[in-house]
């Protein structure tokens, strides 16, 4: 992978969106706190413990010593054998026609059903045009401010005798926006059944028993009672209770069931946005958005620049025979010769008294006996130094050459104590 090269402009783009996106998270844990479960959609689902959800109605009939589990596949006759009640609360996803009958079938042989119909659910329709199973159209409110707020259902003024899931209870707070039909709530393979409605204020029907076979169904037009908010809410509570009773009351075996699947929550979802959901259903779902715009930042800046182009910088690659030659080139078109050899000259002089422990400022002379002396060779070319101008103009380069060799050669011979051999030239 390359390397990621980003100038001033580039450093500064980064920074300022990486502080945008620190801020947009700060924003975003604060707008969604870590400990709430909830979904994009205001669901009564058993999984979420927001205002909307119905995870407190499932803990306490737990903790009240029922068996409570969650149906999380498309209803089939096998199981729903396996539990005596089952709650669906709004569902979002149609029942589909053999799970509509499995249904009807499992309640005509002695359970209980507690449903809070849904338009789409295929249940219960809100337009009379489209195609009902269960229920008559529903008598939806007019929308307006006094109408879409909860408000209180007095108890006391119904007909008496109440119904034993009235049973202590004074007033039920709801949402008024969703009815049955006063009259005929029932039809397809429900017509024929006895329908009883408990409950019912000036907007409609709000809850109402049926009678089917052995078994009943109950049908509250709104789940807001059995919400996580709407529980504490009047006398909601005591219906609750009242409901948990009916749905696994000491002559059943406590096994109660609530619809997690027709909510979307199903055990296995073939969708490919199934991710998407997960993910952006809690929190870290704009963490997870700002980090992917940073990546894709991350790797835009790798590969185009946000400043203005710059040329291609080549860096120079040299080795020391090629800075060998060029100063050597650069110091015979000065005409400097004379000055190296003077230099090298000097140079070798010292380094050969020292190493003869003779004073720096000996003569020529006496200097090349000491190395006579030493090496058993006999060597002019110290003497053709600085101090002998003269004798340099009249040496060409190559004799220069050969006489910085030759110093070259007594040094090390002096150096190491053994005589000097030079390499053989080879060249032409």
């Known amino acids: 992978m390359r390397r990621l090269d980003l100038n001033k402009t580039d450093t500064q783009v980064l920074l300022l969106l990486l502080v945008l996106a620190l801020v947009a998270a700060c924003v975003s844990w604060l707008a969604l706190p870590p400990r709430k479960a909830g979904s994009l959609w205001k669901q009564p689902s058993t999984f979420l413990n927001r205002a909307y959800g119905t995870k407190a109605l499932y803990l306490s009939l737990e903790r009240m010593g029922y068996e409570v589990s969650r149906l999380r596949r498309p209803f089939e006759k096998e199981m729903l054998s396996r539990v005596d009640s089952l709650a669906i609360l709004r ?86 926006l969703t009815r049955f039909a006063a009259q005929s709530s029932l039809t397809g393979s429900l017509e024929g059944c006895q329908a009883d409605p408990f409950l019912v204020d000036e907007f409609g029907v709000v809850a109402l028993r049926i009678e089917c076979g052995q078994g009943h169904i109950v049908a509250i037009g709104d789940a807001y009672p059995l919400t996580n908010i709407g529980i504490s809410k009047g006398d909601n509570v005591l219906l609750t209770a009242n409901l948990a009773h009916l749905l696994g009351g000491p002559e059943k075996a406590h096994r109660i069931a609530f619809d997690e699947y027709h909510l979307g929550f199903g055990e296995r979802d073939p969708s490919w946005l199934a991710i998407l959901r997960l993910v952006f259903a809690d929190r870290w779902g704009p963490g997870l958005i700002q980090a992917s715009l940073a990546a894709v930042l991350a790797l835009l800046a790798a590969t185009f620049r946000f400043g203005r182009p710059e040329d291609i910088r080549v860096l120079p690659r040299r080795r020391e025979t090629e800075f060998a030659q060029a100063a050597g080139c650069f110091l015979r078109k000065a005409k400097a010769t004379r000055t190296v050899h003077r230099t090298l000259c000097d140079h070798y002089r010292k380094r050969a008294c020292q190493l003869l422990h003779l004073d720096p400022d000996v003569d020529s002379s006496t200097l090349e006996r000491a190395v006579e002396e030493r090496t058993g060779r006999a060597t002019d070319s110290f003497s053709r130094g600085a101090n002998e101008p003269e004798a340099l103009q009249r040496l060409s380069e190559a004799q220069l050459l050969h006489s910085v060799q030759n110093m070259h050669e007594v040094v090390e011979t002096l150096k190491h104590g053994t005589r000097y051999d030079r390499p053989k030239d080879t060249s032409d």
């Open 91 to 176: 569902p979002i996803l149609p029942l589909k026609e053999h799970e509509t009958t499995a249904l009807e079938e499992w309640v005509r042989e002695g359970h209980t059903l507690l449903i809070c119909p849904s338009p789409a659910s295929g249940i219960l329709s809100a337009s009379p045009s489209e195609e009902v199973q269960w229920f008559n159209g529903a008598r939806v409110g007019s929308g307006t401010s006094e109408t879409t707020d909860p408000h209180s259902i007095p108890v006391k003024d119904l007909p008496q005798p109440l119904d034993p899931l009235l049973e202590g209870v004074g007033e039920i707070v709801s949402y008024p």
